[in-house]
């Protein structure tokens, strides 16, 4: 068995079981692929795909294996991370998951300072919903993600929280909630709304309190994209609810934002991270940038720990910062 063989089977699985696309991505044929997780068959002795003209899918042992693939890909970038930290500790790359209010509003001061201490580590932004970033820190296709809602994603994740924020709602100028005072759910539930993708999803504050009052949201458009949002506000589709740190004075001169800190809980942006994760030592002093309190001593014990209790104990007890 060769990891080459096990890399063609992840990858396949990765593309959504298209070995053409796995080809591509790795850079070598699709006949070699096809060859190589064959090879791989005849040795472990068992089927690994199901093969239908041109329709491929996995057998149970295959949906077992391909897992333990991924696992054993990940220990490998372990070991060559590992060994990359005693090369060139400040060289390397850094991949990060995340939100586009995150990318857009939060990250951009901290990573202007991590490129003036790190100038030849390549940075990757990573956008995407809850359970794309969920996915995509999983697999190891990033280093860990920075998450604000859709939790229940992240169940296999430790999250290690950085901050509190809460939301606002935007009309534009002259609409008739534009000189209200102290907006009510009641008065946002009457209009049609325009709102994040996983701005409703189970378990969001937005979500609990229209639940709680017994109030149905109509929501009239979704996106993943903050400046989307803004646009379609603009375009009369309905109100807004948005992140209040999404607010930019130079260019939201047009709409108003009324605070709707009283009408939802407020939401914890956390980091999450892969258990078994290997981080150079530049990615702890981003992670220490972007919250302070999550310093390496403490994120290196959290992921030393086996057990969930202890870590959620471990990062217990922090006063967050608000946004």
């Not at 990359?84 to 001061?109: C, K, M, N, W």
């Not at 606002?168 to 005072?181: C, Q, T, W």
Request: glycine content about 6%.
């Amino acid at each position: 068995m060769k990891l080459k063989q096990l890399q063609y089977l992840w990858e396949t699985y990765n593309q959504n079981l298209n070995m053409s696309e796995a080809a591509r991505v790795l850079n070598t044929t699709q006949p070699g692929i096809s060859s190589g997780i064959r090879r791989l068959e005849v040795e472990l002795g068992i089927d690994l795909l199901t093969r239908k003209g041109k329709r491929l899918g996995l057998t149970p042992a295959g949906e077992r294996i391909v897992q333990l693939a991924r696992d054993t890909l990940q220990k490998v970038d372990s070991i060559e991370r590992a060994a990359a930290e005693f090369q060139h500790e400040d060289r390397g790359s850094l991949r990060i998951a995340t939100t586009h209010t995150q990318a857009r509003y939060v990250l951009p001061e901290h990573i202007r300072n991590f490129r003036s201490s790190y100038p030849d580590v390549s940075l990757h932004i990573n956008q995407g919903t809850p359970a794309q970033l969920a996915e995509l820190t999983l697999n190891g296709d990033v280093d860990f993600a920075i998450a604000t809602e859709g939790f229940e994603h992240f169940s296999n994740l430790i999250l290690a929280p950085c901050y509190t924020w809460n939301r606002s709602i935007i009309v534009p100028k002259g609409h008739p909630l534009a000189s209200v005072d102290e907006i009510s759910l009641a008065q946002v539930a009457a209009e049609p709304l325009v709102t994040y993708v996983f701005g409703f999803a189970g378990g969001s504050s937005v979500a609990n309190a229209f639940a709680n009052a017994r109030l149905s949201a109509n929501v009239a458009f979704t996106a993943t994209d903050t400046d989307v949002i803004k646009k379609y506000v603009r375009l009369g589709v309905g109100i807004g609810i948005i992140a209040s740190m999404a607010r930019e004075p130079n260019t939201d001169e047009d709409l108003v934002f009324l605070d709707a800190s009283h009408l939802f809980e407020p939401s914890v942006t956390h980091i999450g991270l892969r258990p078994e994760v290997f981080l150079r030592s530049y990615m702890y002093d981003f992670i220490e940038s972007f919250a302070e309190h999550l310093t390496r001593p403490l994120v290196e014990q959290v992921l030393s720990s086996s057990r969930r209790h202890e870590q959620q104990l471990l990062l217990e007890g922090f006063e967050l910062p608000r946004r």
